[in-house]
Structures are given as structure tokens and as C-alpha cells.
């Protein structure tokens, strides 16, 4: 399956965005997403994830609450709505997919990544 990410942007802090992650290829409905982003200069870090059957997903601590990650499989994507972003959302944001995953944390049980998409928050 290959992966694209879109959706980012410059937005203030406060606003809104919403990310998709569309797949071609592959049966997409039998993929878990996961959404990670890296902040300049940081590691990688886990942001939000939805189990391939879609019934259960997951958050950071520091995005729970904000963001919301939902799919639809008839479109073959994946979204990441972000609200009440904050000038430390700002990162490259990328999704990834692990077939019949149940919607991991951890990034190197993801087997397929789409390039980022650069989201900057300004305070």
C-alpha cells in the first residue's frame, strides 16, 4: 500500500486543521494508521492511531482531547482533525500503516509511511 499525507499548513495558535492520509494499492480497510509527527529537532513521537477494523483508537496524553482520528475506508483515507492547535503541534506530521494492526504507539511496527506534511502553529 503507498501512502500520502496532506493537510498541513500555517494556522494560529487556536485553530484548526485536518490531515488525510490517502492510500492507494492494497485492500486499505484492512490497515491500521497511525499518525506521528517530529517536531525540529526532536525524535519521532506517536500522535494518534485507528485499528484496521476501526473500532478502537488511540491518543497521546498531549493531543487527547484535541485531535481526532477517524477513517473512512470507501475513500481509502485516513483523517486527523486538529483543533485548539498549539505553537508545540508544530512538526512534520506523517502517517503509516500496518495491515490488521491494532493500532500501535509504536512506529517501528508500521510497515508502510507516507512523506510528512508540515504543520506550524504561530502564537
Known amino acids: 500500500v503507498q501512502l500520502q499525507a496532506s493537510g498541513g499548513g500555517l494556522v494560529q495558535a487556536g485553530g484548526s486543521l485536518r490531515l488525510s492520509c490517502a492510500a492507494s494499492g492494497r485492500a486499505f480497510s484492512s490497515y491500521a494508521v497511525g499518525w506521528f509527527r517530529q517536531p525540529p529537532g526532536k525524535e519521532r513521537e506517536f500522535v494518534a492511531a485507528i485499528a484496521w477494523s476501526g473500532g478502537s483508537t488511540y491518543y497521546s496524553n498531549s493531543v487527547n482531547g484535541r485531535f481526532t482520528i477517524s477513517r473512512a475506508n470507501a475513500q481509502n483515507t485516513v483523517y486527523l482533525q486538529m483543533n485548539s492547535l498549539k505553537p508545540e503541534d508544530t512538526a512534520v506530521y506523517f502517517c503509516?500503516?500496518?495491515?490488521?494492526?491494532?493500532?500501535?504507539?509504536?512506529?517501528?511496527?508500521?510497515?508502510?509511511w507516507g512523506q510528512g506534511t508540515l504543520v506550524t502553529v504561530s502564537s
Open positions: 503509516a500503516g500496518q495491515q490488521y494492526g491494532s493500532g500501535s504507539k509504536d512506529h517501528l511496527d508500521y510497515e508502510y
